[in-house]
């Protein structure tokens, strides 16, 4: 049984995203480092003014927030992804957790893509080239972990140029939902994780309806699919319930102090 990370994309910030991240070692560095690559900082940028006025702001937040929700959970959750998948630009996030992009080059990447619609001297379309050439100077990576593209639901292993592709033309193009929830559910994973700050994506996507019982977890998902929204479970009960999704025999004596969820 296999695991899928779910990155959402512009839509889903809200004011104080950044300051309600998972509270692990791994998220404080993605902060740290986000900190540190963005010019004056990322502390101040999930503020409700901002993220309304600002793309650079909305594109950087989501970014930063998205890969530490992700770290938190494969760095002191020991959680990693078999498939990762991101709506729009969810799909940087999604490129970094697959070890195609480093924190500081998506920084980069999404503040250009950012500052180039702010402007809005160009149509999408010609800044979708734009976003081609900024990642044509990026070192291409071999990967592992399966990426689906956002502009199309394409399910790419062992292909850094077609996963650049997606991330250039994704400015330009809707994200494909029907075709991202198609391709998840194709692959068969057994837990679909939506990362910060997304909550109703898996449900948006018709991958799950509205959860009703175990917090953060939804349930009527495609052939015993579930979808579990860190901010919403909480990184610990997320990272629990992939374990136990992945390996049942794993859950074998956690809920022995505790009444485990009906579903599960």
Same mark, same amino acid.
């Given at each position: 049984m296999s695991i899928a990370f779910l990155f959402p994309g512009l839509g889903a910030q #809200? &004011?104080?995203? *950044? %300051? #309600? *991240?998972?509270?692990? &070692? !791994? =998220?404080a560095t993605v902060l740290a480092e986000a900190e540190w690559a963005h010019p004056g900082g990322v502390a101040e *940028?999930?503020?409700a003014a901002a993220l309304?006025?600002?793309e650079v702001a909305r594109h950087v937040a989501l970014l930063t927030a998205g890969v530490a929700g992700a770290r938190a959970l494969t760095e002191d959750e020991g959680v990693t992804p078999d498939v990762v998948a991101g709506y729009g630009l969810g799909g940087f996030a999604a490129a970094v957790t697959a070890g195609l992009l480093t924190l500081e080059e998506a920084l980069r990447a999404v503040r250009v893509r950012a500052e180039l619609l702010e402007r809005a001297e160009e149509s999408? %379309?010609?800044i979708g080239i734009r976003m081609a050439q900024h990642l044509a100077t990026v070192r291409r990576r071999t990967h592992s972990v399966a990426y689906v593209t956002t502009t199309g639901g394409q399910v790419l292993r062992g292909d850094a140029n077609g996963v650049f592709d997606d991330l250039a033309r994704c400015v330009a193009l809707p994200p494909a939902g029907e075709r991202i929830a198609a391709a998840l559910a194709a692959d068969v994973p057994s837990v679909v994780v939506e990362l910060p700050p997304g909550r109703e994506l898996g449900v948006r996507l018709g991958l799950a309806e509205a959860d009703e019982e175990p917090p953060g977890e939804d349930a009527g998902a495609p052939d015993g699919l579930r979808v579990i929204a860190v901010e919403k479970a909480g990184i610990a009960? !997320? =990272?629990r319930a992939a374990r136990v999704h992945r390996d049942p025999a794993a859950g074998a004596g956690i809920w022995e102090d505790a009444e485990a969820p009906a579903d599960w």
């Open positions: #809200r &004011a104080g995203m *950044l %300051h #309600r *991240l998972p509270d692990t &070692a !791994a =998220a *940028l999930d503020t309304e006025e600002s999408v %379309h010609d009960e !997320a =990272a």
